[in-house]
């Protein structure tokens, strides 16, 4: 189910232009690392759940918790910006579009 909604979310924020803001921009990021860290841990806990097995080597341990400390970092860092982009929307959103506007709509000097 996370890897359907992920992916659908991930396929609706890339193909609809409209979408192309800085919101959606970081649900699309925080979609990628769900599914990053998803596909971490899952796929070994199938295979021991189905196989009765309960091992697991130290180098694949770590791989898997440091894979898996970088997905969770990088989900935490996420919300952290999407709840600031939504301050400033709710609480300054006259300045919204100059702290987290593109560089590219800055006037033209003549």
């Excluded at 800085?22 to 990628?32: G, H, R, S, V």
């Excluded at 091992?55 to 990088?74: E, M, N």
């Amino acid at each position: 189910a996370a890897l359907l909604g992920n992916s659908l979310i991930i396929s609706a924020v890339a193909c609809s232009h409209p979408l192309h803001t800085p919101m959606f921009f970081f649900l699309l990021n925080l979609a990628l690392s769900d599914l990053g860290s998803i596909c971490t841990t899952v796929p070994k806990a199938m295979h021991d759940s189905l196989w009765d097995t309960m091992t697991i080597s130290y180098k694949g341990c770590a791989a898997q918790l440091c894979f898996f400390l970088f997905f969770i970092s990088a989900e935490l860092s996420l919300l952290t910006i999407m709840c600031y982009d939504r301050y400033v929307s709710i609480c300054k959103p006259l300045h919204y579009g100059t702290l987290l506007g593109s560089r590219d709509k800055q006037p033209q000097l003549p």
